[in-house]
């Protein structure tokens, strides 16, 4: 059994057979534009190299049996584009065009995978001058096709952008995340050394404000700071006492 294939998929297989910069490629050419357009061909391309004579090569696509036979039973439906081509063929999947059906101004395209086999070669056509219309309508199609190519551009840009923009955002997130546990986890480390020099019980409740202030005024003074700092402070309050002592007999004999 033939493998069964989509109009969209016969598009790219040609868009990639007929790829810029040596061919043009455009779709749904008609061959007028405004009100005057009566017929169009599916796709159009034109060589773009000297080397491949610079001609005009029209396409119909049919990709069942039932359409081919269709366009068999309406001859005059291709001459309208026909006229203004140097060759003209029919591309299909296998199995749709029988022996025998082929026009003899036609050439005929197999589709394969993502290629083509050339089942007959077209002819080389005696075609007429391009008129403004038609014309008209191919450069409508080329000007669509490069307004299309800017429109997906921007789409992929915004697209990509948005993606950058999440990516960062995830980032910051996951940063901000990990410093907030870090910080949590540095405090609840701290809780239970204060806890553990305090002498509370782990589940015991305290005085968190009360304890805080406590621990600020030692800090103030400075005791905790070294060893240096404790053995000044009691020097200082030895020498006080000693100083108290001294003048207390005086106070005493001076009260009496």
Not at 142 to 153: K, L, P, T, Y
Not at 209 to 232: F, Q
Request: proline share 4%; hydrophobic share 40%; aromatic share 8%.
């Amino acid at each position: 059994m033939a493998e069964r294939y989509t109009a969209a998929q016969v598009r790219a297989a040609l868009l990639n057979r007929y790829r810029a910069p040596e061919w043009a490629c455009f779709f749904e050419v008609a061959d007028s534009t405004g009100a005057r357009a009566t017929r169009s061909a599916d796709a159009i391309a034109m060589s773009l190299y000297p080397s491949r004579g610079l001609r005009l090569h029209g396409f119909e696509i049919k990709v069942s049996r039932s359409d081919w036979l269709h366009e068999l039973k309406q001859p005059e439906k291709s001459v309208a584009l026909q006229r203004y081509c140097d060759h003209w063929w029919i591309v299909t999947p296998a199995d749709i065009v029988k022996d025998g059906e082929l026009p003899p101004t036609w050439g005929h395209l197999i589709l394969k995978g993502n290629g083509f086999n050339c089942a007959i070669k077209a002819p080389v056509l005696e075609r007429e001058a391009w008129s403004p219309e038609f014309l008209a309508a191919l450069l409508r199609r080329a000007h669509d096709a490069r307004e299309q190519a800017i429109r997906d551009g921007v789409t992929t840009a915004m697209k990509d952008e948005r993606a950058a923009i999440e990516k960062e955002v995830e980032r910051r997130s996951k940063y901000e995340i990990e410093r907030h546990t870090r910080t949590t986890s540095d405090a609840v480390r701290q809780l239970a050394a204060i806890r553990e020099a305090a002498g509370i019980e782990p589940e015991r409740y305290f005085d968190g404000e009360g304890l805080g202030r406590a621990i600020a005024l030692v800090h103030r003074t400075g005791v905790a700071a070294t060893y240096g700092s404790l053995n000044t402070l009691a020097h200082h309050a030895r020498a006080m006492v000693q100083a108290i002592d001294d003048v207390r007999p005086q106070i005493e004999s001076e009260a009496a």
